[in-house]
C-alpha cells in the first residue's frame, strides 16, 4: 500500500518556466509534509516543508500548497533553473513510538530544467 | 569533518559474502535511521534507532542486521543477501522531539549483489 502517491514520475520545463509536482495522501494522523531535493550522487535534503494548520508556505522560488480536505499538497517552483534539476520527493510524517520521526516518500518526479 | 558520512560510497558483494556498511553523524543527533532507495520505488524506512536503542524495524529480512554502538554510529550488517538487494542504501540522522525534525541524510552506499 502506497501511503504517498507521486506525481508525475517526470517533468521537463523550460528556464524560467514553473514546475509542479503534486503528491496525494491517506493517513489523516500525518502532520507534517516536507518536500526533500536529491541531485546524483548525493542523499536527499530537506528543501521546503509544511504543517496542516497553514495553506501555503512559500520559501523563495518554491511554495508549497496545502488542502487538507482533499489530503493533497504540491510544490510549485516558479522561474525555474537549470541548477533545479534533480530528483524531488514529497514525504509525510508521523511519529514512531519512540518519538522519532517517521517518514513515508513518494516515488519521486526527476525535474529536468532544459537552459 | 560535518554532516553525515557513509562508507563505503560503492559494495559490490557476492550473495554469500559478509559486509558491513558505515555510516557517522557528526551533527550531535540523536536518532540514527536506515533507509533503501531502489530504482522506482519509494524510500523504504528500515531501521529507526533512538539513544542507541532501536524503536522501529519495518519488517526488514533478518540478512540485514543494524547495529548501533552510540548515537553517532550506525552500521548495517549484511550477509546472504539477494541480488534484489541492490540498491542504495541510505543513511540519515535528526534530533528528535517532535514530528517535522529535519533528516540529515548521508550520500549513501550504493549496492550491487551479484
Known amino acids: 500500500q502506497q501511503q504517498v502517491k507521486q506525481s508525475p514520475q517526470s517533468l521537463i520545463v523550460q528556464k524560467g518556466g514553473i514546475s509542479i509536482i503534486n503528491c496525494a495522501y491517506e493517513n489523516t494522523a500525518f502532520d507534517y509534509f516536507p518536500w526533500y531535493q536529491q541531485f546524483p550522487g548525493k542523499g536527499p535534503a530537506l528543501l521546503i516543508a509544511i504543517r496542516p494548520d497553514v495553506s501555503e508556505k512559500k520559501e523563495g522560488r518554491f511554495t508549497i500548497s496545502f488542502n487538507k480536505s482533499a489530503k493533497q499538497f504540491s510544490l510549485h517552483i516558479m522561474d525555474s533553473q537549470p541548477g533545479d534539476s534533480a530528483t524531488y520527493f514529497c514525504a509525510a510524517s508521523s511519529l514512531t513510538q519512540g518519538g522519532s520521526e517517521k517518514l513515508v516518500f513518494g516515488k519521486g518526479t526527476k525535474l529536468t530544467v532544459n537552459p | 569533518e560535518t554532516g553525515v558520512t557513509q562508507t563505503p560510497r560503492h559494495l559490490v558483494m557476492g550473495m554469500t559474502n559478509k559486509k558491513s556498511l558505515k555510516c557517522e553523524q557528526h551533527l550531535g543527533h540523536n536518532a540514527m535511521y536506515w533507509y533503501k532507495q531502489s530504482a522506482k520505488k519509494p524510500l523504504e524506512l528500515m531501521f529507526v534507532?533512538?539513544?542507541?536503542?532501536?524503536?522501529e524495524n519495518n519488517s526488514v529480512p533478518s540478512r540485514f542486521s543494524p547495529e548501533c554502538p552510540n548515537s553517532s554510529h550506525l552500521f548495517l550488517h549484511l550477509h546472504t543477501l539477494q541480488p534484489e538487494d541492490s540498491a542504495l542504501y541510505l543513511c540519515?540522522?535528526?534530533?528528535?522531539?517532535?514530528?517535522?525534525?529535519?533528516?540529515?541524510f548521508g550520500s549513501g552506499t550504493q549496492l550491487s549483489v551479484l
Open positions: 540519515a540522522s535528526s534530533q528528535p522531539g517532535g514530528a517535522g525534525e529535519k533528516l540529515f
Open positions: 534507532y533512538n539513544f542507541k536503542e532501536q524503536t
